[in-house]
C-alpha cells in the first residue's frame, strides 16, 4: 500500500503537470479537489486516463469519481480493490 | 480620442524583453524548459502555468511582462479592458501534440487546449479581464489589422484599456509580440498608437526608441 501510495504521487505529478510539487508535498490522505490540491475536472479526467494506463482500470462508473479521487489512498484503495488478476 | 502604447513585450529567439531591455534568456535545454524557467525569472508562482500549453505560456508571459503582476491594470474595472490576439498557427502545436496522444490514450489535458483562443482564457483568468475579446488567425503579423482593430474597440467608451498583439509558435518557433494600448491623455509618455508605430516595434525587438 505504501509502495503504491508513493507511486501513485509520482504519477499524478507527471500526469498533472503539477511541475511545482514534489511527491512528499502530497498528503496520503490530503484532499486533491478544491481546497485541497486545487485539482479541477480536467484532472479529473486525467486521473480517469491514469488509472487506464498504468493500472489497467477502467472506472466503471464515473459517478464514482469524487469518493474514488478524493486522496491518494482512496485511490490507491480503489487501485488494490479492482486491479485485474 | 487619441490612443497610445503605453507598455509592450516580446519573446523571440528565447528572450523575453520588456521595454526594450531582456529580462531573460536562455539558450539551453528545451523550448519547454525555457517557457518554465521564464515564468521562476519573473518571479512569479502560478501553479496553473505548468497546465497550458506553448501558446498560452507564451502569451501569459508576454502579458505579464506587459502589466507587472496586475497592477497596472488594476486602475481599470475589468470590463473596461479588452484583449485582442491574433497569431499565424492557430492552434496547431497542440493539436499535434494531441492527436499523437489519441494513437494510445486521448489525453483531456492537452484537448481542451486545441482552440487557438484558449491563450486569451488563460489571460483573462490571470488578470480579471472581462471585456471584448477577439482572436484571429492571419497569414502573418498584420500591423495595420492589429491597429485597425484596437483602434475600433478603444473607440467605445466602455472600453480604456486594450492588451494587443501576437502570439505565435509552432514546435520551437515562437513569436511574440504583445502591446498595452490606453487613451493618451492619461500617459504623455506614450508611443504614438499607428500602424507604422507596431510594425516598428515588431521588427525591432521591441527595442525601439522612438517615442513620440
Given at each position: 500500500?505504501?509502495q503504491?501510495m ?5 504519477q499524478?505529478?507527471?500526469a ?19 481546497e485541497?490540491?486545487g485539482l ?16 489497467n482500470?477502467k ?7 469524487p469518493?474514488i479521487?478524493k ?15 | ?12 529567439d528565447?528572450?523575453?524583453v ?9 539558450a ?7 517557457l ?17 500549453d506553448?501558446?498560452?505560456?507564451l502569451g ?10 496586475t ?24 493539436d ?5 496522444t ?5 489525453s483531456?489535458a ?9 491563450v486569451?482564457?488563460?489571460?483573462c ?12 488567425v ?5 500591423a ?7 483602434t ?6 466602455k472600453?480604456?484599456?486594450?492588451v494587443?498583439g ?7 518557433q ?15 509618455n ?5 500602424a ?17
Open positions: 500500500m505504501e503504491l508513493a507511486d501513485l504521487k509520482k499524478i505529478i507527471e498533472l503537470n503539477l511541475k511545482h510539487l514534489k511527491p512528499e508535498d502530497i498528503g496520503d490522505d490530503q484532499a486533491l479537489f478544491v485541497g490540491l479541477d475536472s480536467i484532472d479529473a479526467l486525467e486521473l480517469i486516463v491514469l488509472l487506464q494506463q498504468h493500472y482500470i472506472l466503471a462508473n464515473p459517478q464514482d469519481g469518493q479521487f486522496s491518494v489512498r482512496t485511490i490507491a484503495e480503489y487501485i488494490q480493490a479492482n486491479k485485474p488478476s | 480620442m487619441a490612443l497610445g502604447i503605453t507598455r509592450y513585450s516580446r519573446i523571440k528565447r528572450t523575453l520588456r521595454q526594450g531591455e531582456v529580462v531573460h534568456t536562455g539551453d535545454g528545451s523550448f519547454d524548459d525555457f518554465d524557467n521564464a515564468l521562476k525569472a519573473l518571479n512569479i508562482a502560478y501553479p496553473k502555468f505548468y497546465k497550458m506553448r501558446a498560452a505560456k501569459f508571459l508576454g502579458t505579464e511582462m506587459l502589466v507587472n503582476n497592477a497596472v491594470l488594476s486602475g481599470y474595472e475589468p470590463a473596461r479592458v479588452a484583449l485582442v490576439v491574433a497569431n499565424a498557427h492557430a492552434s496547431l502545436d497542440t499535434i501534440r494531441y492527436f499523437e489519441t494513437k494510445t490514450m486521448a483531456p492537452l484537448f481542451v487546449y486545441t482552440l487557438p483562443n484558449i486569451i482564457g488563460e489571460i483568468i490571470r488578470h480579471g479581464i472581462k471585456g471584448e475579446n477577439a482572436c484571429f492571419l497569414p502573418a503579423f498584420d495595420q489589422q492589429l491597429h485597425d482593430y484596437v475600433m474597440v478603444m473607440a467605445t467608451e472600453t480604456q484599456a486594450c494587443a501576437w502570439v505565435d509558435v509552432l514546435g520551437d515562437h513569436d511574440v509580440f504583445l502591446y498595452l494600448v490606453e487613451k493618451k491623455q492619461q500617459h504623455i506614450a508611443l504614438e498608437h499607428t507604422e508605430q507596431l510594425q516598428k516595434l515588431y521588427e525591432h525587438y521591441g527595442t525601439v526608441d522612438g517615442r513620440s
